[in-house]
């Protein structure tokens, strides 16, 4: 039932390029420049959007947040659902409320989707799980088809969801005027091209040298994640993956946040993993990867391809593939899954089974 892989969650990790294939195929009409989403709300009924999730969900609406308002222009703002539930939050009929879910059971996000009917607001779901609780209150649902999720930790239902939004920003943006046609047709190929990046980014000899890595450092008591723009969710989300099965103390945060608090901890002992792939913001991260070496912080990079002139900065480089800033998050997280599994099981841990968490919390 693991398929020859030791584990669920590695089973899952090397499903995603078909995962993601299943995410976008058919939605995508090269031809026309369009996705076809058979969802009956009116793109253009809305006038501000809300995401509601939790864990690593939450982490792929706040991927979600930038796509929409790079490539639609709407504003959005992103809620953990027990936040938004208690919140008494501004909502009305021009709200478009998306709650993201791989099992669609998650109590909080199922109350915060009540509470946001409550108020008038549409509802949209971006969910895994067939059938579930959240689809049959949802006005509409955007599965993202992923397939089963068994292991705790979440990993294709992650690089999926963000997928679905990359549809969605690109849906809304194509009806909404903001996003031309040949923009389009760009990040239509992007897209298009996520399955066969994420399967070279899962190569074996990638995947060796993750492991070797994650080997180096996997008796730290801490780490530190940081990424910018589009990537910083990628940050936090790899952080969220370390804690969650190797049991390291691990903190995530945007980039230019590192000076504010967390620079004060970083000394010899702290690996730094920082997203520093292509991007309008480089020079601004290689920065920051200075200031990490400067207080003898040790640097793990995720570079991309080719970027040999960046490599001088950092102790270890991962390299990933190359591709379009948009759609990065999807293909760089997955060193990140891949780093704190080998990490988790250099330390002998269950990798499958955390200590203390549940695949589905149905309790608040
Ligand atoms: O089923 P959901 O997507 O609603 O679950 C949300 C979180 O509980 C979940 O993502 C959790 O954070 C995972 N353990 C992350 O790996």
Same mark, same amino acid.
């Given at each position: &039932?693991?398929?020859? $892989?030791?584990?669920?969650? =590695?089973?899952? !990790?090397?499903?995603?390029? @078909?995962?993601? *294939?299943?995410? %976008? ?89 009540? &509470?946001?009917?409550? $108020?008038?607001?549409?509802? =949209?779901?971006? !969910?895994?799980?067939?059938? @579930?609780?959240? *689809?049959?209150? %949802? ?106 099965? @190797? ?80 759609v990065s998050p999807i293909v760089n997280v ?7 599994y080998f990490t988790a099981t250099a330390l ?11 695949? @589905?919390?149905?309790?608040?």
């Open positions: &039932e693991k398929g020859g $892989y030791d584990t669920y969650m =590695l089973k899952e !990790i090397f499903e995603q390029p @078909s995962a993601l *294939t299943n995410t %976008l195929i058919g939605r995508l009409n090269d031809s026309t420049g369009e996705v076809n989403l058979d969802i009956d709300l009116d793109p253009k009924s809305f006038k501000r959007i809300s995401i509601i999730a939790c864990g690593t969900a939450y982490y792929a609406g706040l991927v979600g947040e930038y796509m929409i308002e790079q490539l639609a222009r709407i504003p959005v703002e992103v809620d953990v659902a027990s936040e938004y539930r208690y919140r008494s939050p501004l909502v009305s009929e021009d709200t478009l409320a998306i709650v993201v879910s791989q099992s669609g059971e998650t109590i909080d996000t199922l109350e915060a989707l009540r &509470e946001a009917k409550k $108020y008038g607001a549409k509802t =949209l779901g971006v !969910i895994n799980a067939k059938g @579930s609780s959240m *689809t049959r209150e %949802l006005d509409d649902t955007l599965y993202i088809h992923a397939g089963p999720e068994i292991g705790v930790a979440s990993t294709k239902a992650y690089t999926s969801m963000a997928s679905a939004f990359l549809l969605l920003a690109l849906w809304l943006g194509r009806a909404r005027g903001t996003l031309s046609e040949q923009q389009g047709a760009e990040l239509l190929h992007a897209a298009r091209e996520l399955p066969r990046l994420v399967e070279e980014a899962l190569s074996p000899e990638r995947v060796a040298r993750i492991k070797e890595v994650a080997e180096k450092y996997a008796h730290s008591r801490d780490y530190l994640f940081l990424g910018r723009g589009v990537n910083a969710p990628t940050a936090l989300e790899g952080a969220l993956k370390l804690k969650e099965i @190797s049991y390291i103390h691990a903190e995530g945060y945007a980039a230019g946040e590192m000076k504010h608090g967390p620079i004060a901890l970083i000394d010899a002992n702290l690996p730094v993993v920082v997203v520093a792939t292509e991007s309008f913001l480089l020079e601004k991260t290689i920065s920051n990867v200075q200031e990490v070496r400067a207080r003898s912080g040790k640097v793990i990079a995720l570079l991309s391809d080719g970027d040999t002139e960046n490599a001088q900065h950092a102790d270890d480089v991962l390299y990933v593939p190359r591709s379009h800033e948009m997955v060193a990140l899954q891949l780093l704190s002998g841990k269950d990798v499958d089974k955390p200590r203390n968490l549940a695949k @589905s919390v149905t309790v608040e």
